[in-house]
Protein backbone atom coordinates (compact mmCIF):
# COMPACT_ATOMS: atom_id res chain seq x y z
CA UNK A 1 0.00 0.00 0.00
CA UNK A 2 1.28 3.57 -0.81
CA UNK A 3 1.22 6.46 1.75
CA UNK A 4 1.23 9.36 1.24
CA UNK A 5 5.09 10.95 2.24
CA UNK A 6 4.56 13.05 5.26
CA UNK A 7 5.55 16.97 4.93
CA UNK A 8 9.52 15.96 6.30
CA UNK A 9 9.87 13.32 3.94
CA UNK A 10 8.81 15.53 1.17
CA UNK A 11 11.18 18.67 1.94
CA UNK A 12 14.12 15.85 2.69
CA UNK A 13 13.58 14.06 -0.45
CA UNK A 14 14.45 17.48 -2.11
CA UNK A 15 17.99 17.84 -0.29
CA UNK A 16 20.32 16.71 -2.59
CA UNK A 17 22.10 13.76 -1.87
CA UNK A 18 20.82 13.23 1.46
CA UNK A 19 19.70 9.49 2.35
CA UNK A 20 16.60 8.92 4.64
CA UNK A 21 15.61 11.86 6.02
CA UNK A 22 18.18 14.02 8.14
CA UNK A 23 15.42 16.34 8.95
CA UNK A 24 14.33 13.18 11.81
CA UNK A 25 17.55 13.49 13.12
CA UNK A 26 17.21 17.02 14.51
CA UNK A 27 17.79 17.21 18.26
CA UNK A 28 16.31 20.75 18.68
CA UNK A 29 19.77 22.22 20.20
CA UNK A 30 19.76 25.46 18.64
CA UNK A 31 23.09 25.34 17.32
CA UNK A 32 22.14 26.83 13.97
CA UNK A 33 20.15 29.43 14.81
CA UNK A 34 22.61 30.86 17.64
CA UNK A 35 24.54 30.85 14.51
CA UNK A 36 22.78 32.37 11.85
CA UNK A 37 23.50 36.31 11.58
CA UNK A 38 20.18 36.55 10.26
CA UNK A 39 18.49 34.76 12.74
CA UNK A 40 16.76 37.97 14.11
CA UNK A 41 15.12 38.85 10.87
CA UNK A 42 13.42 35.69 10.78
CA UNK A 43 9.53 35.11 12.03
CA UNK A 44 10.60 30.99 12.82
CA UNK A 45 14.23 30.46 13.69
CA UNK A 46 16.03 27.79 11.79
CA UNK A 47 15.53 25.11 14.41
CA UNK A 48 12.25 26.29 15.00
CA UNK A 49 11.24 25.44 11.17
CA UNK A 50 12.81 22.41 11.27
CA UNK A 51 10.80 21.26 14.68
CA UNK A 52 7.64 22.80 12.42
CA UNK A 53 8.73 20.53 9.57
CA UNK A 54 8.74 17.21 11.35
CA UNK A 55 5.62 18.65 13.38
CA UNK A 56 3.63 18.51 9.44
CA UNK A 57 3.00 22.05 9.57
CA UNK A 58 3.14 22.68 5.70
CA UNK A 59 1.33 25.58 5.21
CA UNK A 60 2.96 28.14 8.52
CA UNK A 61 6.25 26.79 6.92
CA UNK A 62 5.85 27.95 3.68
CA UNK A 63 4.43 31.26 4.61
CA UNK A 64 7.73 31.39 6.70
CA UNK A 65 10.24 33.98 5.68
CA UNK A 66 13.00 32.25 7.20
CA UNK A 67 14.28 30.36 4.16
CA UNK A 68 14.19 34.10 1.79
CA UNK A 69 16.27 35.20 4.66
CA UNK A 70 19.11 32.64 4.24
CA UNK A 71 22.19 34.61 2.69
CA UNK A 72 23.90 30.60 2.12
CA UNK A 73 26.32 31.94 4.36
CA UNK A 74 26.95 27.46 5.62
CA UNK A 75 27.64 28.57 8.89
CA UNK A 76 24.84 26.50 10.48
CA UNK A 77 25.81 23.62 8.03
CA UNK A 78 29.35 23.06 9.40
CA UNK A 79 28.13 23.19 12.98
CA UNK A 80 24.98 21.06 12.91
CA UNK A 81 25.94 18.71 15.39
CA UNK A 82 23.75 16.11 13.60
CA UNK A 83 25.13 16.95 10.21
CA UNK A 84 22.16 18.22 8.71
CA UNK A 85 22.77 20.62 5.33
CA UNK A 86 20.55 23.34 6.81
CA UNK A 87 21.36 25.62 4.49
CA UNK A 88 20.70 22.71 1.63
CA UNK A 89 17.38 22.57 3.61
CA UNK A 90 16.85 26.28 3.18
CA UNK A 91 17.21 26.05 -0.88
CA UNK A 92 15.12 22.83 -0.93
CA UNK A 93 12.25 24.96 0.66
CA UNK A 94 12.94 27.75 -2.11
CA UNK A 95 12.72 25.53 -4.71
CA UNK A 96 9.87 23.74 -3.11
CA UNK A 97 8.29 27.59 -3.05
CA UNK A 98 8.78 28.43 -6.63
CA UNK A 99 7.23 24.99 -7.86
CA UNK A 100 4.64 25.92 -6.21
CA UNK A 101 4.05 29.23 -6.18
CA UNK A 102 3.52 29.52 -2.13
CA UNK A 103 5.38 32.26 -0.78
CA UNK A 104 3.94 35.59 0.47
CA UNK A 105 3.74 38.38 -1.42
CA UNK A 106 5.69 40.60 -0.19
CA UNK A 107 9.07 38.22 -0.57
CA UNK A 108 11.52 39.72 -3.03
CA UNK A 109 13.72 36.49 -3.63
CA UNK A 110 11.74 34.21 -5.67
CA UNK A 111 11.07 37.13 -8.18
CA UNK A 112 14.80 37.84 -8.02
CA UNK A 113 15.92 34.34 -8.52
CA UNK A 114 13.57 33.79 -11.01
CA UNK A 115 14.90 36.90 -12.83
CA UNK A 116 18.26 36.20 -12.77
CA UNK A 117 18.18 32.45 -14.03
CA UNK A 118 16.22 33.99 -17.35
CA UNK A 119 18.61 36.71 -17.75
CA UNK A 120 21.29 34.32 -17.95
CA UNK A 121 19.24 31.84 -20.15
CA UNK A 122 18.97 34.77 -22.22
CA UNK A 123 22.98 35.74 -22.94
CA UNK A 124 25.11 33.11 -21.03
CA UNK A 125 26.26 35.68 -18.14
CA UNK A 126 24.79 37.95 -15.83
CA UNK A 127 23.88 41.68 -16.28
CA UNK A 128 23.65 43.37 -13.04
CA UNK A 129 22.35 46.34 -14.43
CA UNK A 130 18.79 45.02 -15.30
CA UNK A 131 19.15 42.84 -12.15
CA UNK A 132 19.46 45.44 -8.95
CA UNK A 133 17.51 48.36 -9.65
CA UNK A 134 13.95 46.71 -10.40
CA UNK A 135 13.77 45.68 -7.03
CA UNK A 136 15.12 47.89 -5.34
CA UNK A 137 11.86 50.37 -6.01
CA UNK A 138 10.33 47.87 -3.08
CA UNK A 139 11.94 49.66 -0.96
CA UNK A 140 10.53 52.95 -1.54
CA UNK A 141 11.82 56.15 -3.39
CA UNK A 142 14.28 57.17 -0.87
CA UNK A 143 16.16 53.71 -1.40
CA UNK A 144 15.76 53.61 -5.17
CA UNK A 145 17.07 57.66 -5.64
CA UNK A 146 20.40 55.77 -3.20
CA UNK A 147 20.90 53.12 -5.36
CA UNK A 148 21.02 55.01 -8.34
CA UNK A 149 23.33 57.42 -6.83
CA UNK A 150 25.66 53.71 -6.20
CA UNK A 151 25.17 52.79 -9.86
CA UNK A 152 26.06 55.98 -11.56
CA UNK A 153 29.12 56.01 -8.91
CA UNK A 154 29.99 52.40 -10.28
CA UNK A 155 29.24 53.82 -14.05
CA UNK A 156 31.58 56.77 -13.47
CA UNK A 157 34.45 54.40 -12.27
CA UNK A 158 34.18 52.51 -15.27
CA UNK A 159 32.57 49.31 -12.88
CA UNK A 160 29.38 48.71 -14.63
CA UNK A 161 29.13 47.61 -18.26
CA UNK A 162 26.77 49.43 -20.55
CA UNK A 163 25.90 46.67 -22.64
CA UNK A 164 25.56 42.87 -21.66
CA UNK A 165 27.72 40.45 -22.33
CA UNK A 166 27.16 37.33 -24.09
CA UNK A 167 28.99 34.26 -24.59
CA UNK A 168 29.67 33.23 -28.43
CA UNK A 169 28.07 29.82 -28.59
CA UNK A 170 25.12 31.00 -27.46
CA UNK A 171 22.43 29.22 -29.50
CA UNK A 172 24.26 25.53 -28.17
CA UNK A 173 24.61 27.00 -24.55
CA UNK A 174 20.40 27.19 -24.77
CA UNK A 175 20.48 23.60 -26.53
CA UNK A 176 22.59 22.54 -22.98
CA UNK A 177 19.78 24.18 -21.26
CA UNK A 178 17.09 23.23 -23.06
CA UNK A 179 18.18 19.32 -22.85
CA UNK A 180 17.55 19.41 -19.52
CA UNK A 181 14.35 22.22 -18.69
CA UNK A 182 12.68 21.86 -21.85
CA UNK A 183 11.46 25.23 -21.79
CA UNK A 184 9.45 25.80 -25.29
CA UNK A 185 11.81 27.91 -26.95
CA UNK A 186 13.64 29.45 -24.76
CA UNK B 1 55.90 26.96 -14.65
CA UNK B 2 52.12 25.83 -13.10
CA UNK B 3 49.52 26.64 -15.86
CA UNK B 4 45.52 26.92 -14.72
CA UNK B 5 42.45 26.90 -16.45
CA UNK B 6 40.62 30.65 -15.58
CA UNK B 7 37.53 31.50 -14.63
CA UNK B 8 37.05 34.66 -13.85
CA UNK B 9 33.51 34.92 -13.27
CA UNK B 10 30.62 37.74 -14.69
CA UNK B 11 31.45 40.20 -11.74
CA UNK B 12 35.64 40.30 -12.82
CA UNK B 13 34.44 41.59 -16.53
CA UNK B 14 33.65 45.03 -14.93
CA UNK B 15 32.36 45.54 -11.33
CA UNK B 16 35.38 43.95 -10.06
CA UNK B 17 37.78 44.45 -13.13
CA UNK B 18 40.50 45.46 -10.31
CA UNK B 19 40.42 41.86 -8.50
CA UNK B 20 41.09 40.36 -12.18
CA UNK B 21 43.65 43.03 -13.01
CA UNK B 22 45.76 42.59 -10.04
CA UNK B 23 44.84 38.58 -10.06
CA UNK B 24 46.32 38.66 -13.75
CA UNK B 25 49.55 40.92 -12.66
CA UNK B 26 50.73 39.01 -9.77
CA UNK B 27 50.13 35.32 -11.05
CA UNK B 28 52.32 36.45 -13.50
CA UNK B 29 55.40 37.82 -11.67
CA UNK B 30 55.09 34.55 -9.09
CA UNK B 31 55.27 32.42 -12.65
CA UNK B 32 51.57 31.27 -12.53
CA UNK B 33 49.93 31.25 -15.85
CA UNK B 34 46.26 31.46 -15.59
CA UNK B 35 44.43 30.45 -19.23
CA UNK B 36 41.17 31.99 -19.14
CA UNK B 37 38.72 29.51 -20.42
CA UNK B 38 37.32 30.35 -23.96
CA UNK B 39 33.21 31.14 -23.95
CA UNK B 40 32.70 30.26 -20.31
CA UNK B 41 29.10 30.92 -18.94
CA UNK B 42 27.94 32.15 -15.79
CA UNK B 43 27.76 29.73 -12.87
CA UNK B 44 24.72 30.38 -11.59
CA UNK B 45 25.57 32.13 -8.14
CA UNK B 46 23.10 30.99 -5.87
CA UNK B 47 20.07 32.12 -7.49
CA UNK B 48 19.85 29.30 -10.20
CA UNK B 49 20.30 26.87 -6.80
CA UNK B 50 16.96 27.94 -5.66
CA UNK B 51 15.41 27.59 -8.92
CA UNK B 52 16.65 24.08 -10.19
CA UNK B 53 19.43 22.04 -9.32
CA UNK B 54 19.99 20.03 -11.93
CA UNK B 55 20.76 22.94 -14.12
CA UNK B 56 22.36 24.66 -11.97
CA UNK B 57 25.05 21.90 -11.70
CA UNK B 58 25.26 21.85 -16.10
CA UNK B 59 25.96 24.64 -16.42
CA UNK B 60 28.66 24.75 -13.74
CA UNK B 61 29.92 21.42 -15.69
CA UNK B 62 29.88 23.23 -19.30
CA UNK B 63 32.64 25.56 -17.76
CA UNK B 64 34.57 22.48 -16.34
CA UNK B 65 34.12 20.48 -19.65
CA UNK B 66 35.83 23.35 -21.32
CA UNK B 67 38.49 23.60 -18.93
CA UNK B 68 39.03 19.95 -18.83
CA UNK B 69 39.67 20.31 -22.64
CA UNK B 70 42.75 22.57 -22.14
CA UNK B 71 43.95 19.62 -19.85
CA UNK B 72 44.52 22.13 -16.90
CA UNK B 73 42.62 22.48 -12.81
CA UNK B 74 40.20 25.28 -12.87
CA UNK B 75 41.26 28.26 -10.66
CA UNK B 76 38.19 30.50 -9.81
CA UNK B 77 38.77 33.86 -7.83
CA UNK B 78 35.06 34.65 -6.75
CA UNK B 79 33.94 32.93 -3.77
CA UNK B 80 30.40 31.74 -5.21
CA UNK B 81 32.02 31.00 -8.41
CA UNK B 82 34.26 28.48 -6.42
CA UNK B 83 31.61 26.96 -3.86
CA UNK B 84 29.32 26.30 -6.91
CA UNK B 85 32.24 24.55 -9.58
CA UNK B 86 33.76 22.45 -6.27
CA UNK B 87 30.70 21.09 -5.45
CA UNK B 88 29.31 20.44 -8.91
CA UNK B 89 32.54 18.66 -9.66
CA UNK B 90 32.85 16.71 -6.45
CA UNK B 91 28.96 15.32 -7.26
CA UNK B 92 29.34 14.59 -11.08
CA UNK B 93 33.02 12.38 -9.75
CA UNK B 94 30.56 10.57 -7.10
CA UNK B 95 27.29 10.41 -8.91
CA UNK B 96 27.62 8.28 -12.36
CA UNK B 97 23.93 9.14 -13.36
CA UNK B 98 24.30 12.72 -12.49
CA UNK B 99 27.14 12.80 -14.92
CA UNK B 100 25.32 11.06 -17.39
CA UNK B 101 22.62 13.02 -17.57
CA UNK B 102 24.84 16.45 -17.86
CA UNK B 103 26.54 15.32 -20.30
CA UNK B 104 23.78 14.14 -22.72
CA UNK B 105 22.94 17.75 -22.31
CA UNK B 106 26.23 18.77 -22.67
CA UNK B 107 26.40 16.94 -26.22
CA UNK B 108 24.62 19.89 -27.53
CA UNK B 109 27.54 21.76 -27.18
CA UNK B 110 29.87 18.85 -28.66
CA UNK B 111 31.73 18.87 -24.81
CA UNK B 112 32.11 16.12 -22.33
CA UNK B 113 33.25 16.25 -18.73
CA UNK B 114 34.67 12.93 -17.63
CA UNK B 115 36.06 14.36 -14.07
CA UNK B 116 39.43 14.59 -14.31
CA UNK B 117 40.44 18.12 -13.24
CA UNK B 118 40.18 19.51 -9.44
CA UNK B 119 38.62 22.80 -8.23
CA UNK B 120 40.53 25.31 -6.86
CA UNK B 121 39.89 29.31 -5.25
CA UNK B 122 42.87 31.83 -6.40
CA UNK B 123 43.86 32.21 -2.91
CA UNK B 124 44.67 28.69 -3.40
CA UNK B 125 47.62 29.42 -5.69
CA UNK B 126 49.45 31.91 -3.44
CA UNK B 127 49.08 29.64 -0.18
CA UNK B 128 49.54 26.45 -1.50
CA UNK B 129 51.47 26.66 -5.30
CA UNK B 130 53.83 29.56 -4.50
CA UNK B 131 54.08 28.95 -0.71
CA UNK B 132 54.62 31.39 1.81
CA UNK B 133 58.04 31.41 2.01
CA UNK B 134 58.79 32.09 -1.72
CA UNK B 135 55.85 35.08 -1.82
CA UNK B 136 57.80 36.63 1.17
CA UNK B 137 61.41 35.94 -0.49
CA UNK B 138 59.98 37.52 -4.02
CA UNK B 139 58.34 41.15 -1.65
CA UNK B 140 60.20 43.94 -2.43
CA UNK B 141 57.88 46.57 -0.63
CA UNK B 142 56.87 45.17 2.05
CA UNK B 143 53.79 46.25 3.31
CA UNK B 144 55.54 47.00 7.41
CA UNK B 145 52.62 48.33 9.96
CA UNK B 146 49.69 48.12 7.49
CA UNK B 147 46.58 46.80 9.90
CA UNK B 148 45.08 44.20 7.75
CA UNK B 149 41.57 42.64 8.21
CA UNK B 150 41.12 39.80 6.49
CA UNK B 151 37.91 39.00 5.53
CA UNK B 152 36.99 35.13 4.29
CA UNK B 153 33.55 35.78 4.40
CA UNK B 154 31.49 32.55 3.53
CA UNK B 155 32.34 30.73 0.73
CA UNK B 156 35.94 29.86 0.40
CA UNK B 157 35.88 28.07 3.73
CA UNK B 158 32.13 26.80 3.67
CA UNK B 159 30.23 24.34 3.49
CA UNK B 160 33.53 22.18 4.37
CA UNK B 161 35.43 20.40 1.65
CA UNK B 162 37.91 17.90 3.53
CA UNK B 163 39.52 18.37 6.32
CA UNK B 164 39.84 22.13 6.43
CA UNK B 165 39.57 24.20 9.77
CA UNK B 166 36.39 25.58 9.43
CA UNK B 167 36.34 26.98 12.55
CA UNK B 168 39.77 28.75 12.82
CA UNK B 169 41.45 28.65 9.39
CA UNK B 170 44.68 31.13 9.34
CA UNK B 171 45.93 31.03 5.55
CA UNK B 172 44.59 34.36 5.34
CA UNK B 173 46.64 36.20 8.08
CA UNK B 174 49.57 33.82 7.05
CA UNK B 175 49.29 35.03 3.58
CA UNK B 176 49.19 39.04 5.08
CA UNK B 177 52.09 37.99 7.08
CA UNK B 178 54.12 36.52 4.00
CA UNK B 179 53.86 40.03 2.53
CA UNK B 180 54.96 42.19 5.62
CA UNK B 181 51.62 43.55 6.67
CA UNK B 182 50.05 42.94 10.04
CA UNK B 183 47.26 40.81 9.92
CA UNK B 184 44.63 41.94 12.82
CA UNK B 185 42.18 40.08 14.88
CA UNK B 186 38.55 40.74 14.61
CA UNK B 187 35.53 38.69 15.75
CA UNK B 188 33.51 39.11 12.33
CA UNK B 189 36.40 37.35 9.94
CA UNK B 190 34.10 34.63 9.17
CA UNK B 191 30.58 36.05 9.45
CA UNK B 192 28.39 36.86 6.23
CA UNK B 193 28.66 40.24 4.31
CA UNK B 194 25.23 39.69 3.68
CA UNK B 195 25.37 38.47 0.36
CA UNK B 196 22.23 38.64 -2.36
CA UNK B 197 19.87 39.89 0.70
CA UNK B 198 21.52 43.15 -0.26
CA UNK B 199 19.13 43.04 -3.07
CA UNK B 200 16.39 40.82 -1.39
CA UNK B 201 16.23 41.78 1.86
CA UNK B 202 18.58 45.11 2.16
CA UNK B 203 17.62 45.96 6.19
CA UNK B 204 19.13 42.54 6.64
CA UNK B 205 22.16 43.08 5.06
CA UNK B 206 22.85 46.35 5.96
CA UNK B 207 22.92 45.20 9.34
CA UNK B 208 25.72 42.52 8.64
CA UNK B 209 27.71 44.82 6.41
CA UNK B 210 27.81 48.03 9.41
CA UNK B 211 28.31 45.27 11.91
CA UNK B 212 30.99 44.21 10.03
CA UNK B 213 32.77 47.37 9.22
CA UNK B 214 32.19 48.04 13.00
CA UNK B 215 34.22 45.42 14.11
CA UNK B 216 37.06 45.88 11.44
CA UNK B 217 37.23 49.42 12.92
CA UNK B 218 37.19 48.20 16.61
CA UNK B 219 40.27 46.23 15.35
CA UNK B 220 41.82 49.56 14.34
CA UNK B 221 41.87 47.77 10.54
CA UNK B 222 43.76 50.17 8.23
CA UNK B 223 42.16 48.34 4.99
CA UNK B 224 39.77 45.27 4.79
CA UNK B 225 41.36 42.61 2.27
CA UNK B 226 38.84 40.24 0.66
CA UNK B 227 38.88 37.20 -1.77
CA UNK B 228 35.50 38.02 -3.29
CA UNK B 229 33.73 40.12 -5.70
CA UNK B 230 30.31 39.91 -3.71
CA UNK B 231 31.90 40.77 -0.56
CA UNK B 232 33.93 43.82 -1.49
CA UNK B 233 31.11 45.31 -3.51
CA UNK B 234 28.67 45.28 -0.38
CA UNK B 235 31.45 46.42 2.02
CA UNK B 236 32.84 49.29 -0.17
CA UNK B 237 30.35 50.40 -2.24
CA UNK B 238 27.32 51.08 0.37
CA UNK B 239 29.61 52.66 3.03
CA UNK B 240 27.96 56.00 2.16
CA UNK B 241 24.59 54.72 2.92
CA UNK B 242 25.65 52.64 5.99
CA UNK B 243 26.69 56.08 7.05
CA UNK B 244 23.44 57.56 6.86
CA UNK B 245 21.50 54.60 8.05
CA UNK B 246 22.96 53.77 11.59
CA UNK B 247 25.10 57.77 12.04
CA UNK B 248 28.29 56.19 11.52
CA UNK B 249 31.41 57.64 9.89
CA UNK B 250 32.73 54.22 8.28
CA UNK B 251 35.84 55.02 5.51
CA UNK B 252 37.68 51.92 5.33
CA UNK B 253 39.31 50.94 2.39
CA UNK B 254 38.20 47.18 0.80
CA UNK B 255 40.85 46.17 -1.20
CA UNK B 256 41.40 42.19 -2.81
CA UNK B 257 43.92 40.42 -1.13
CA UNK B 258 45.68 40.31 -4.63
CA UNK B 259 45.98 44.10 -4.96
CA UNK B 260 47.65 44.28 -1.47
CA UNK B 261 50.18 41.38 -2.50
CA UNK B 262 51.02 43.02 -5.97
CA UNK B 263 52.00 46.13 -3.95
CA UNK B 264 54.52 44.42 -1.82
CA UNK B 265 55.77 43.14 -5.23
CA UNK B 266 56.37 46.14 -6.08
CA UNK B 267 53.99 46.22 -9.29
CA UNK B 268 52.34 49.62 -10.24
CA UNK B 269 49.08 50.35 -8.48
CA UNK B 270 47.62 51.67 -12.26
CA UNK B 271 48.19 47.63 -13.13
CA UNK B 272 46.79 46.32 -10.38
CA UNK B 273 43.35 48.10 -11.01
CA UNK B 274 44.00 50.83 -8.07
CA UNK B 275 41.59 54.15 -9.29
CA UNK B 276 38.11 52.90 -9.04
CA UNK B 277 37.94 52.73 -5.64
CA UNK B 278 34.58 54.38 -3.60
CA UNK B 279 36.14 54.71 -0.82
CA UNK B 280 40.25 56.37 -1.42
CA UNK B 281 42.47 53.75 -0.84
CA UNK B 282 45.34 56.06 -1.52
CA UNK B 283 46.82 55.62 2.21
CA UNK B 284 47.56 52.34 2.05
CA UNK B 285 49.75 52.61 -1.25
CA UNK B 286 52.08 54.33 0.57
CA UNK B 287 52.90 51.80 3.12
CA UNK B 288 54.19 49.88 0.64
CA UNK B 289 58.19 51.13 0.61
CA UNK B 290 61.57 49.19 -0.25
CA UNK B 291 63.26 49.13 2.44
CA UNK B 292 66.05 51.74 4.00
Known sequence: MVTKPSFSEEVSNLMHASHGNPLKTCIQCGTCSGTCPVAEFMDHTPRRLIGMINANLKEEVMQSNTFWYCASCFYCTVRCPSEIDIAGLMYALKRYSIWKHQYSEEAIGPVFSETFVKSILRSGRSYEPVLAPSYIFSYGVREFLNEAHTATNLMLKGRLPVLPARIKRLENFKKVANRIIPMGGA | ?292
Open chain 2, 1 to 292: MTTYSYFPGCSLEKMALSYHQSAMETTQALGVELQEIEDWNCCGSTSYFHVDELLAYTLVSRNLAMAEKSGHDLVAPCSACYKNAYFANAELKKDQDLADHINYALEQDNLKYSGSIEVKHLMEVYVEDVGFEDLHNKVTHPLEGLRVAPYYGCQIVRPRKDHEDVENPRFFEDLMTAIGADPIDYGHRLRCCGGSLLITSRPAAFQLIMELLQSAQNGQADVIATSCPMCQINLECYQTQINQEFGTDFKIPILFFTQLIGLALGLPPKKLGFGSEFVSADRIKTFAKEPA
